[in-house]
């Protein structure tokens, strides 16, 4: 049984690899240009009895791909310019051709109480999501920094 699983992995590791090669890069960089993030709002929330932020943002996803997984990056940057606070979003199964409003909450996070004036996006990684008749596979875009504020 064991074997049979391991030998079921590798083949499908093998049709995710070979499905993933089927990407160039100019189409890389279409699909990363294709997907924008805008923070709405960032608040303070209290959760299961400590301080949260809760994060509300809008992700439009203008390509053809559904997007397995995304990475984003909120830096929290005072009115002198500097980096007061971080917030690690991430958000799965996003539809092609999207465009929804999506929550996320930062658990615990020892910056809610930081006074910040800009909020600066950055994207890291997307994860799209590749079909073919031989294989459904998962394929990681490793974004180039683009930055957006609010």
Same mark, same amino acid.
């Given at each position: 049984?064991?074997?049979?699983?391991?030998?079921?992995? =590798?083949?499908?590791?093998?049709?995710?690899?070979?499905?993933?090669? %089927?990407?160039?890069?100019?189409?890389?960089?279409?699909?990363?240009?294709?997907?924008?993030?805008?923070?709405?709002? &960032? #608040?303070? $929330? !209290?959760?299961?009895?400590? /301080?949260?932020? !809760?994060?509300?943002?809008?992700?439009?996803?203008?390509? *053809?791909? /559904?997007?397995?997984? $995304?990475?984003?990056?909120?830096?929290? $940057?005072?009115?002198?310019?500097?980096?007061?606070? &971080?917030?690690? =979003?991430?958000?799965? #199964?996003?539809?092609?051709?999207? /465009?929804?409003?999506?929550?996320? =909450?930062?658990?615990?996070?020892?910056?809610?109480? %930081? +006074?910040?004036? +800009?909020? &600066?996006?950055? +994207? *890291?990684?997307? %994860?799209?999501?590749?079909?073919?008749? %031989?294989?459904?596979?998962?394929?990681?875009? /490793?974004?180039?920094?683009?930055?957006?504020? +609010?």
């Amino acid at each position: 049984m064991k074997k049979i699983l391991a030998i079921v992995m =590798v083949i499908g590791a093998l049709g995710a690899t070979a499905t993933a090669q %089927e990407i160039s890069p100019y189409s890389q960089y279409k699909i990363n240009e294709g997907v924008s993030v805008e923070v709405k709002k &960032i #608040k303070r $929330v !209290e959760k299961y009895g400590w /301080d949260n932020f !809760e994060v509300t943002y809008r992700l439009k996803n203008n390509t *053809n791909y /559904d997007l397995f997984k $995304v990475d984003l990056t909120l830096y929290l $940057v005072d009115k002198n310019d500097r980096q007061v606070g &971080i917030v690690e =979003v991430h958000d799965f #199964k996003v539809p092609k051709n999207s /465009d929804a409003e999506y929550h996320f =909450v930062d658990l615990h996070s020892p910056y809610v109480n %930081e +006074k910040y004036d +800009k909020i &600066i996006v950055v +994207k *890291n990684n997307l %994860e799209i999501m590749l079909e073919s008749p %031989e294989a459904i596979g998962i394929a990681k875009i /490793d974004c180039e920094p683009t930055f957006s504020s +609010k």
